[in-house]
């Protein structure tokens, strides 16, 4: 069953809502040899996800669910804005872990952006790439970023990495998002509602490929879902904002209708914690995320994309000492 809490986190009122995962599991979820944790006194940690409809809300409920199986925890996911939101509550040790965009993560280590201070971040591990889904419909008009100019476009949920990447790639194709686009701020399952019920022309979706809400989207009758390239601007966003930004591929045929492979700007997405997290509940973390990947992907797809390689290839975000230990465990090194 759902609970609701209403946090603050210095600038309002953030509203979470907690999806539990772990009820009726009891001490039988711990398993013998896990060090330094025990069943009658479960830790509680939180695991700060994104909106319903967006990859972080399935693979986030997936990770809580492992390691309060796996871990001797007793894990929580909850339901955020995402990014900016989950490295403010995770910088404030309201939450313990979380999924985020590296782009994002990247502002809150240096204290830049929408972070008025420097957060003490660090990776526990890389997960997915992110990728950025430009999304309109047959008829519109739409063929490139630039061509958004006095549209109706939602550019993601406040708070959001896709509203950060989305106002970045606005910039670089030469638009001001305060004047030259008519701007919702919706997320991933309320943008494609928008579309299906013709009160947006496009909007941004910076997320794992594929995504649910825009599967659904694709598959609607009577609408024609067009995804619009954007690679060309992926060089003038890293000039501005760091070397974060790479192109992808959105495959053909992976949303109905879509026929051709799109080029588009992707990011990696990483789970981070704070700096003070214990070291032994770090390490632990890390190893059952990757000792049960299998279980993830069974979740979701883009948990197929978390090898130990990938994991840890984050130059942007220093590594927590405990997952730090991990990789070295495991014979692969995370940068310096």
Not at 190 to 198: C, I, N, R
Not at 226 to 254: F, N, Q, R, W
Request: positive net charge.
């Amino acid at each position: 069953m759902g609970i609701v809490r209403l946090l603050d986190m210095g600038h309002g009122i953030v509203r979470r809502d907690f999806l539990k995962l772990s009820a009726a599991m009891g001490g039988a979820a711990l398993l013998s040899g896990v060090p330094n944790l025990h069943a009658q006194d479960k830790k509680r940690i939180s695991v700060a996800t994104g909106g319903m409809g967006g990859v972080y809300f399935v693979l986030g409920g997936g990770v809580a669910s492992v390691l309060t199986k796996y871990a001797g925890v007793e894990a929580t996911a909850e339901v955020t804005a995402a990014s900016v939101d989950n490295c403010k509550l995770v910088g404030a040790k309201k939450s313990d872990l979380a999924f985020c965009m590296n782009d994002v993560a990247y502002d809150a280590l240096k204290g830049q952006g929408n972070f008025k201070n420097a957060l003490a971040l660090r990776t526990l591990c890389v997960t997915y790439p992110n990728i950025m889904h430009v999304v309109t419909t047959e008829g519109t008009g739409i063929k490139k970023v630039a061509d958004l100019k006095g549209k109706r476009v939602s550019t993601g949920a406040p708070g959001s990495g896709t509203e950060v990447k989305a106002l970045r790639t606005l910039e670089a194709a030469g638009l001001n998002h305060e004047k030259d686009v008519k701007k919702d701020r919706l997320g991933a399952a309320e943008s494609a509602g928008a579309m299906k019920d013709g009160k947006i022309d496009a909007y941004f979706w910076d997320g794992g490929v594929p995504t649910s809400s825009v599967m659904d989207l694709a598959a609607s009758p009577g609408i024609k879902m067009v995804l619009i390239p954007h690679e060309d601007l992926i060089a003038p966003m890293s000039a501005k904002y760091g070397p974060v930004y790479y192109k992808s591929i959105i495959p053909k045929g992976v949303y109905t209708g879509v026929g051709y492979d799109t080029p588009v700007c992707g990011v990696a997405n990483i789970i981070i914690c704070n700096e003070a997290m214990d070291d032994a509940l770090a390490y632990q973390i890390t190893k059952v995320i990757f000792e049960h990947q299998p279980e993830l992907a069974a979740i979701h797809k883009e948990a197929t994309n978390f090898t130990l390689e990938n994991g840890a290839s984050n130059k942007a975000i220093p590594y927590h000492r405990g997952a730090a230990k991990f990789f070295k465990e495991k014979g692969v090194s995370v940068p310096a």
